[in-house]
């Protein structure tokens, strides 16, 4: 009997169908290998295993952790997208992922979180749904988490212009491997290409301005790639 893993996101926010860059690069990995799933939106954290989205509820077990999650849909279900890359090309995939979700992650959080005329907008987008009580209380707990987390992992310890600065290099190294590839990894779609996707289009289109997206709008073969990975699995 063939089962439907339920995937747990936040509740779509712009004109993306997640506003999480890791939400939308799981929803999109499952697309890209054509799992059955349906998705369960809310933004209550409580019942999330780690405090944090995505998880997944899958033949009664739950996983969380986005990572985690695709290294156990590879497992029980066998859809490795990168089982034809060797181990040199295995370890680039690695590190480009390490390059979007441990850094260039960080500068798109501090472009919602901490730029004042940001925050207005992510505020709004975020949590404007909540109760009137909840919307008083909830998202400066959520800010001043989210400043903090930014402080730790260290981008939140730079200047504005300096944060951009890292986030354009960043854009630029992606552009330069992607080159005139149709994916990052060559003429077939890898992991590498939910992860960067989720991350890129939650950069190109939202209300968000920054000197981070005005970087990547002029990288052409960047948006390009990104509207590709549109048509391709999410169709209209």
């Known amino acids: 009997m063939e089962t439907t893993i339920e995937l747990y996101q936040f509740v779509p926010a712009w004109e993306l169908p997640n506003s999480s860059p890791f939400c939308l690069k799981l929803e999109t990995y499952l697309r890209m290998v054509k799992l059955p799933f349906k998705t369960v939106v809310t933004n209550d954290l409580r019942q999330a295993p780690k405090g944090k989205m995505p998880y997944i509820r899958d033949r009664g077990k739950i996983i969380a952790d986005s990572n985690l999650i695709l290294e156990y849909l590879q497992q029980t279900y066998g859809c490795n997208l990168d089982d034809h890359l060797n181990a040199s090309e ?16 960080w500068v798109l959080t501090y472009s919602r979180w901490q730029e ?99 970087k990547v709008q002029t990288l052409t073969n960047l948006v390009d790639y990104c509207q590709r990975m549109k048509a391709q699995f999410y169709p209209a």
Not at 94 to 104: G, P, S, T
Not at 143 to 151: E, G, I, P, V, W
Not at 174 to 203: C, H, Q, V, W
């Open 90 to 105: 295995l370890a680039i995939s690695l590190a480009m992922k390490r390059l979007l979700e441990e850094n260039l992650y």
């Open 116 to 214: 004042p005329k940001n925050w207005a907008i992510t505020k709004a987008a975020f949590f404007d749904d909540f109760p009137p009580i909840l919307r008083q209380i909830i998202p400066p707990l959520a800010r001043k988490t989210t400043l903090q987390n930014l402080h730790g992992q260290g981008i939140g310890r730079h200047s504005a212009s300096e944060v951009y600065q890292i986030g354009t290099l960043d854009a630029i190294a992606l552009s330069n491997f992607l080159a005139e590839k149709p994916f990052f990894m060559g003429d077939r779609p890898t992991t590498l290409d939910a992860t960067a996707y989720g991350i890129l289009a939650n950069i190109l289109w939202v209300p968000i301005e920054s000197p981070l997206k005005q």
